[in-house]
């Protein structure tokens, strides 16, 4: 049997079929279109997009880039999950073994570190181009909505996970930023327009006490690894599925460009996106390679 021979007996197999729905690999217009559409990934891209909305100066893909980001923050934070306990004896001593004695265990903090860092960043640029050329309008207001509750929960999930190191930058960072909570409106207790007591507020919800410690720790630690991550999986759904239903943003039409000027997604758009995500790992392992994540003292 010659390789190509192989190759057909395998597209066309039942098995395979049952899990990629197509059989033998044709490029037509129909293949390119089915390849969109029978994918979990890729099918809530449109089977055909405008040329004009592939330039890489209109979106610069910072949307894409953002979900990557939050897929490396998932995938190296359950990796640091195994070698991490929280607690306050034992939580800066497994800092240090993952710095010194967990095999690649640096590497894994300072991409964790940083791809939140970069994550922060990029989702604040994706809100600025959003704004910028007015792709929130009608009838996208609502997925607007959706993308300011998701850039407020970025920084929940950034600052929650400030304390797991259990150093002088967390304790104090949480120290401000807690204070800073009690002197919000009606949720804390300094605030104006209080309907919380001193002893019930969202600071003291937050420490788990009256200062950062034990309980707080442990506090973080859940809403940095579970309910956090858990609505901002929530919301992305929504927002890529109204991505989808609204139809993707692009430049304005213009007088020279013909209503079914338009290409397959695949590979013209994926192919980009691939481009894109592959850069971005490259960026941030080669970063994380020669700037170690900060650890200060206990």
């Not at 893909?61 to 359950?78: N, P, Y």
């Not at 967990?102 to 964790?112: K, P, T």
């Not at 929960?153 to 120290?175: I, K, M």
């Not at 007088?255 to 013209?268: I, R």
Request: charge should be positive; hydrophobic fraction near 50%; glycine fraction near 8%.
């Amino acid at each position: 049997m010659t390789p190509e021979e192989l190759k057909k007996k395998i597209l066309d197999s039942q098995i395979w079929r049952s899990m990629f729905r197509g059989g033998a690999w044709k490029d037509t217009p129909r293949d390119r279109a089915q390849h969109i559409l029978g994918n979990v990934w890729l099918h809530l891209h449109p089977s055909r997009v405008r040329k004009n909305s592939l330039k890489w100066n209109y979106t610069f893909g910072l949307g894409g880039l953002s979900f990557l980001l939050f897929l490396i923050l998932t995938v190296t934070g359950v990796l640091l999950m195994f070698y991490y306990r929280p607690s306050v004896d034992l939580a800066y001593r497994d800092m240090k073994d993952l710095e010194y004695a967990v095999s690649v265990g640096a590497f894994l903090r300072a991409m964790h570190r940083w791809s939140a860092h970069a994550m922060v960043l990029i989702v604040i640029l994706h809100m600025v181009r959003v704004f910028l050329t007015g792709s929130y309008k009608t009838p996208r207001e609502f997925n607007w909505m959706v993308g300011v509750i998701l850039l407020v929960v970025t920084l929940l999930l950034s600052f929650t996970g400030y304390l797991l190191p259990w150093d002088q930058l967390a304790l104090w960072a949480v120290t401000v930023g807690t204070n800073m909570g009690a002197a919000s409106p009606m949720l804390g207790a300094e605030g104006p327009f209080s309907i919380v007591s001193r002893s019930n507020d969202v600071r003291f919800v937050l420490l788990g006490g009256t200062t950062v410690g034990a309980n707080t720790l442990i506090r973080f630690y859940v809403l940095h690894c579970v309910l956090v991550p858990i609505v901002a999986g929530a919301l992305m759904i929504v927002h890529f599925w109204r991505i989808r239903k609204d139809t993707f943003s692009g430049p304005p039409i213009t007088p020279q460009e013909l209503p079914h000027d338009k290409v397959d997604t695949w590979p013209h758009l994926v192919v980009r996106e691939y481009i894109g995500a592959i850069g971005c790992m490259i960026v941030i392992s080669l970063w994380s390679l020669l700037q170690k994540a900060p650890l200060e003292e206990m």
